[in-house]
Nanobody
Framework: QLQLVESGGGLVQPGGSLRLSCAASGFLFSLSDVGWYRQAPGKQRELVAGITRGGSTNYADSVKGRFTISRDNAKNTLYLQMINLKPEDTAVYYC????????WGQGTQVIVSS
């Protein structure tokens, strides 16, 4: 069964950086389109970035130029490099199928605060 385990979140100051990882198992990761989503307190979950099996990427306008999504098919791992973090990036971040997510994992908490 599909399993996605996110990690790498934490507390960071505005302007700081973090790299999130997502370990995938239970499906053919290399043949799947996958993405990162986030849910801020009191808000709906939203797509942050997606990457196709061919490597094409798509980003939410709010993170363009600051976040980079990438994948390592040999390791069945998805990454999200985040730089110049802002307080509004504070959220729980999840990886999932893209653009139609299925089962949600636990997510990893990112808090951007001074």
């Amino acid at each position: 069964q599909l399993q996605l385990v996110e990690s790498g979140g934490g507390l960071v100051q505005p302007g700081g950086s973090l790299r999130l990882s997502c370990a995938a198992s239970g499906f053919l990761f290399s043949l799947s389109d996958v993405g990162w989503y986030r849910q801020a307190p009191g808000k709906q979950r939203e797509l942050v970035a997606g990457i196709t099996r061919g490597g094409s990427t798509n980003y939410a306008d709010s993170v363009k130029g600051r976040f980079t999504i990438s994948r390592d098919n040999a390791k069945n791992t998805l990454y999200l490099q985040m730089i110049n973090l802002k307080p509004e990036d504070t959220a729980v971040y999840y990886c999932n199928a893209y653009p139609r997510p299925v089962n949600w994992g636990q997510g990893t908490q990112v808090i951007v605060s001074s």
